[in-house]
């Protein structure tokens, strides 16, 4: 399957395609089976090295028989399964069950000592499939449990040691979580609250506070509260159809580090906005010493573009590897000869003017912040491809640097905070040309609604691309962007490359348009035989170089085009992968108009997967994971395979063809 763009002949053939389809899905039977649905896990997590008793609940999980992580280094066993609360009879006969009621599993899960530490994704199998997936959190940290005696007062607080990680419920109305630690004079902590899209989404908000106590400690109830914090790290909110976080992706309230000015003890209350609590209300509080390795136990979030995605040395060649073009600079270090071979005459750059740009080395130099450097008379110049590592150390600190191009060129600029992130520090960076004017920032705005002629900032970037058709010296400067933020953990890394035309993030969700899909999750196939089903594969495709060629405003690309062929790997017996079509977005007038959109958002490319079981097909005990992968066409040849994604995907037993509508599959 490859990606192509659609020209005004296919749209047309795919309108009336689906016109007839709508026609025909009116009298579509519905299945016969109901895939398992997830809500809830607790507790949250564990140690590496440990074994642990956790509770799952949701519907459809009459019979579960087993559970399923795609990974070795679990041992799951399930240990009853049984419903919460007995459907409910009408009058002298028993209402049929359709076994929609909500159903406990017990779980036994044994943790490898050589488990990676962070979210793991846990799904049960049952008679519909299998189901959704939620997140076992795995820790370096000693875990504990909440105790069960009575800790809502801070004088029957549950004391604790750092580091630890404590398994807790905001259970019910009005629930405090209170509990005391002992911190020397000057030490450091950093605080999380771990939970669940899916409490995320039931309500739960957790807030943290840390107090400090006046008096005596077992006499006073006095307290001076010394930090709050209440802001959720991952929260996406989503309209159908668009894309979800990523694998491993877990709702954080975090952010929160606090140095404690004296020795004694403290108190750290977690709690739930408006004083809300439900028994699912799981949540995990991570309490860690800042240093040297707290960073490293902490995982990124790659999603979206963001300020923490990693930026190191090898960056150049992570994206060689993804690239849509074998145009790659030429490095004098390789003796004039190009990094990955003769330029392909099919890709090779050749801008408007028809002249190539001069080639840049494709060995990234390091380069340090020296102060005092902010102006322009105090720039530190440096050679590019640079990575600058800095700080603003200071409310109003301003870093410059200088670079020089001996011709045109097309360069990327990228900017991680390996220290503070937003809201708490938000680097904002400007090119300026020889004369003092901006040449481009990563403040990406859009027209504003309310005033004619007038720009607001939509959002602050953390990676920026332009064309630069002068040669010359430019300035660039480096500042938080509200000037309020400065100190020695406003860290920064910036990034200044050549664009490498690559393929970026990649999304697959079997999520379809509006209420078409009910499912929780938006990724695992079920499958009865005879069944179909789809995938939504959405591909960025970053920094290809375009121009318009006419008044219709059709594309040239000169440095590869994007398309890529699609694969699916491990598919088990009687199953197919199929290209399809389907209406991914319905086009009319933006609410928005961008500013110099290209320079900040790629290109993004979608296709639609059919997975069809033939009649024949033979029901699974357990789900197989079907791999998918993507090759980018180089000219006219493939190029290497990226993996995409890892799909759990389950013939089941059942014909959707001889389907009643609302009925499900028995015990």
């Known amino acids: 399957m490859v990606f192509h763009r659609c020209n005004r002949l296919m749209i047309g053939l795919f309108l009336l395609s689906f016109t007839a389809g709508l026609a025909a899905g009116a009298d579509r039977p519905k299945p016969s089976y109901s895939e398992p649905e997830l809500h809830t896990l607790a507790p949250l997590g564990g140690r590496v090295g440990s074994s642990l008793q956790v509770e799952v609940r949701g519907k459809f999980l009459a019979g579960a028989h087993a559970a399923w ?3 070795d280094a679990f041992d ?33 899960i044994d943790i490898a000592s050589d488990a990676t530490p962070g979210p793991h994704p846990l799904r049960l199998v049952a008679a519909g499939g299998v189901s959704n997936r939620l997140y076992l959190q795995v820790h370096q940290d000693p875990v504990i449990a909440e105790s069960s005696r009575p800790h809502q007062k801070p004088d029957t607080a549950q004391p604790v040691a750092v580091p630890v990680v404590v398994n807790g419920t905001i259970a019910r109305q009005g629930e405090l979580d209170y509990y005391s630690l002992e911190a020397s004079k000057g030490q450091e902590v950093a605080f999380e609250v771990i939970f669940s899209h899916e409490t995320l989404s039931k309500g739960f908000r957790p807030q943290l506070r840390i107090y400090e106590t006046a008096g005596s400690w077992l006499g006073s ?35 929160l580090k606090y140095r404690f000015g004296k020795a004694g003890r403290y ?19 991570r309490m860690a010493p800042v240093g040297g ?16 995605r990693r930026i190191g040395a090898d960056r150049l060649e992570v994206l060689w590897a993804r690239t849509v073009t074998s145009n790659r600079p030429t490095d004098p270090g390789a003796e004039g000869q190009p990094a990955s071979g003769r330029p392909d005459p099919e890709t090779t750059y050749d801008n408007q003017q028809g002249k190539r740009p001069a080639p840049i080395p494709n060995r990234v130099t390091h380069w340090t912040e020296k102060e005092p450097n902010d102006g322009s008379g105090r720039a530190t110049e440096v050679a590019l491809p640079g990575l600058i590592q800095g700080s603003i150390d200071r409310p109003g600190d301003v870093d410059t640097y200088r670079f020089k191009l001996a011709s045109a060129q097309r360069l990327a600029f990228e900017i991680q905070t390996p220290g503070l992130s937003p809201p708490h520090f938000t680097p904002r960076f400007e090119i300026r040309d020889a004369a003092g004017r901006s040449m481009v920032t990563n403040l990406h705005k859009v027209k504003s609604t309310l005033s004619e002629g007038q720009w607001v900032v939509k959002d602050v970037e953390s990676k920026v691309i332009e064309t630069f058709d002068q040669e010359g010296e430019y300035t660039l400067e480096v500042r938080d962007v509200t000037s309020r933020s400065g100190s020695p953990e406003c860290l920064y890394r910036l990034l200044i490359r050549p664009q490498i035309p690559h393929l970026g993030q990649f999304t697959v969700e079997t999520l379809k348009r509006g209420t078409e899909d009910r499912r929780v999750d938006p990724l695992r196939i079920n499958l009865a035989p005879g069944e179909a089903k789809t995938l939504i594969i959405t591909a960025r495709v970053e920094e290809i170089d375009a121009r318009i060629t006419d008044s219709l405003g059709e594309r040239a690309f000169d440095w590869g085009t994007g398309e890529m062929i699609l694969q699916a790997e491990g598919l088990p017996r009687g199953v197919k992968a199929l290209p399809g079509t389907g209406i991914l977005k319905i086009k009319g007038k933006p609410r928005y108009t961008t500013l110099l959109k290209y320079n900040y958002l790629p290109d993004v490319l979608q296709a639609v997967m059919v997975f069809h079981a033939e009649d024949d097909a033979q029901a699974m ?3 197989g994971a079907v791999r998918l992968t993507a090759r980018p066409l180089i000219g006219s040849r493939p190029g290497p395979t990226i993996p995409v994604a890892d799909v759990p995907l389950m013939v089941v037993a059942g014909s959707a ?3 009643v509508p609302g009925e499900a599959v028995g015990n």
């Open 76 to 108: 799951v066993r399930v240990k009853s399964v049984e419903p919460v609360a007995a459907p409910e009879a009408e009058g002298d006969q028993k209402a049929e069950s359709k076994d929609d009621g909500e159903y406990r599993v017990n779980l036994r």
């Open 621 to 623: 005990a357990l789900p």
């Open 267 to 285: 108190l750290v209350e977690v709690a739930s906005e408006r004083f809300q609590g439900k028994p699912e209300y799981a949540y995990q509080l």
């Open 657 to 659: 063809a001889k389907s």
């Open 221 to 255: 109830r006095q307290l001076t509260q010394l930090a709050f914090h209440s802001e959720v790290h991952g929260e996406i909110n989503l309209s159908p159809g668009e894309a979800g976080p990523p694998p491993g992706t877990t709702p954080i309230n975090s952010g």
């Open 293 to 308: 390795d707290y960073q490293s136990r902490l995982k990124d979030s790659e999603w979206g573009r963001s300020f923490t």
């Open 69 to 71: 992580m795609g990974h």
